[in-house]
């Protein structure tokens, strides 16, 4: 196995090279890790703001619902497509190269959405944003790899992910503040100050690293096929969520991903430099947590939508009082990485992923038992136990694809990592999204009925079943106030029956999670399978 980089070893500040001295602060570990939370507290931030900012932006750019969930679609389907070629740029053209563009275009994007005077603007550029995503996350993650000595990566990973709850767990917050006090666009605003900061503490100390391997003819039929695959697949899941996996949309794009797929693995079985070496997958370990990445993206992106939902639709609070409200989640999450961090130290990433999903089902199934007047006593320890959750399944998963990975191709397991969060995430709205209007729409003439709409009338209102999958109660104008508290009474029933029903499927998913983690094992040099790479 060839060396990943011909800079001098981590910590080696100050010291000598090639007969010239090294700048204070070059290639230390610690500081090039400030380097790497600061791009991606951009991202984080990006992660829950845009949210929050999205009401107003529609206002003000006259978007309907479907013009604004592109606003998210197109930073979705640019970054989950590109994540993993991103990673082998990485590898291949320079670690820091990689992540210091990435944080240079994130930045230059998130200005020019501000900046932008219609709708069309605002999705080309999150596209755009989406793409510099892609270049900034999995190389961050490369950096590490290349940086940390091995007893160390774990905690370097485990500061990573409580610097992406820090910044998920403010952006409400913050976002619900500029809104409300200055305009929505000084949302994207802020990403410059943080990329500016990034990029001037990034070519400072951090030490440039790649595959010295991967000079070769770059793999374009496998980021064609691969690409291809993903954004059917995206695509798919995002047109499922809106239509029901059984209309021909969705169902197309899951044949073409399948079939673009499979070219895919016959492609790299036999490219001279594939753009995912498939010998990663010998590694029982890497399979495992990247399944796992996926399963616990599923359960707590699904859940985190849909309690942000009944939080504002169902009690009627603001963005600013949900944030609040979800802080016992995020900053929980804060303190969770870290820890799984020292426990992975210790204990190896199996333990802490099984606790994580443990921990998963246990508040899937305690939130499936809330009601419409839940008060917030009997919300917050399953937020308390949801921000756990994560933090011990993001950092253990993240460290058990990236530790068992050999170290030239940490900017691929990087975009791996990062794929399976993605596509985990989607999958989770998507599936519980679709449980959940099809429960609605199940059980809403029932409930109307019962809180006592008249027949004829509950039969007209169950036409509107899109609107109470979200939490909102379809009061016509002009009804009179007991009907409309008859209407909203039934139409939140109907939603908690149906966000019920889609948590406990999250937790029968978390529990069999906790069987996949029962096959992981702390990463190491030589790695399991590397050696058929």
């Known amino acids: 196995m060839s060396q990943t980089s011909t800079a001098a070893p981590p910590g080696k500040a100050g010291a000598e090279r090639g007969g010239r001295p090294v700048r204070s602060g070059h290639g230390h570990p610690w500081l090039t890790l400030v380097a790497v939370a600061l791009g991606v507290m951009m991202v984080g931030l990006d992660a829950t703001v845009v949210a929050i900012a999205n009401p107003a932006l ?239 993206f599923f359960a707590m992106f699904g859940t985190i939508f849909f309690i942000t939902l009944y939080l504002q639709q169902v009690h009627g609070m603001s963005p600013v009082d949900a944030g609040v409200r979800l802080l016992p989640m995020t900053a929980v999450f804060i303190v969770a990485s870290p820890l799984a961090g020292v426990l992975v130290g210790r204990l190896g990433p199996r333990v802490p992923l099984a606790l994580g999903m443990a921990f998963t089902a246990g508040a899937m199934f305690g939130l499936s038992r809330i009601g419409v007047d839940a008060p917030y006593v009997q919300l917050w320890p399953w937020f308390v136990l949801v921000g756990l959750a994560f933090g011990f399944v993001m950092v253990a998963g993240t460290e058990a694809i990236v530790g068992n990975a050999p170290q030239r191709l940490a900017g691929v397991a990087g975009g791996l990592q990062q794929t399976a969060a993605q596509v985990g995430g989607v999958l989770g709205t998507s599936v519980l999204g679709t449980i959940l209007s099809t429960r609605v729409g199940d059980v809403l003439y029932g409930r109307l009925t019962e809180a006592g709409v008249p027949g004829p009338a509950a039969g007209r209102l169950q036409g509107a079943e899109g609107l109470v999958s979200q939490g909102v109660a379809p009061v016509p104008p002009g009804t009179p106030a007991p009907a409309a508290e008859a209407i909203t009474t039934g139409s939140h029933l109907a939603f908690m029956d149906g966000f019920q029903s889609s948590l406990m499927v999250a937790g029968v998913v978390a529990v069999v999670a906790i069987l996949a983690a029962l096959l992981v094992r702390r990463g190491g040099t030589p790695v399991e399978g590397a050696a058929a790479i």
């Open 58 to 296: 529609a206002r003000d750019l006259g978007a309907d619902l479907s013009g604004l969930q592109w606003v998210t679609n197109a930073y979705l389907l640019t970054i989950a497509v590109t994540l993993i070629p991103a990673g082998k740029l990485a590898d291949r053209f320079g670690r820091r190269r990689t992540f210091l563009a990435g944080v240079v275009g994130f930045a230059v994007a998130s200005v020019a959405i501000g900046l932008s005077g219609g709708l069309g603007l605002v999705i080309f550029w999150r596209a755009v944003q989406g793409f510099a995503g892609a270049l900034l996350q999995p190389a961050s993650l490369a950096i590490l790899r290349n940086t940390f000595p091995a007893e160390r990566l774990n905690t370097a990973i485990g500061v990573w992910g409580a610097t992406a709850g820090v910044s998920i767990a403010g952006g409400p917050i913050v976002a619900g503040l500029l809104v409300e006090n200055v305009t929505w666009e000084s949302v994207f605003y802020l990403n410059a100050p943080l990329g500016l900061v990034a990029l001037l503490v990034g070519l400072w100390v951090i030490r440039e690293s790649r595959d010295q391997d991967a000079a070769g003819s770059f793999d374009l039929p496998g980021v064609a096929l691969l690409s291809g695959a993903l954004f059917a697949l995206v695509w798919g899941l995002i047109r499922a969520g809106a239509d029901g996996f059984g209309e021909a949309v969705p169902l197309v794009s899951f044949g073409v991903a399948a079939v673009l797929m499979t070219l895919f693995v016959l492609n790299e079985r036999r490219a001279a430099h594939p753009l995912l070496p498939l010998g990663l997958f010998r590694s029982v370990s890497l399979s495992a947590a990247t399944g796992l990445i996926m399963l616990g």
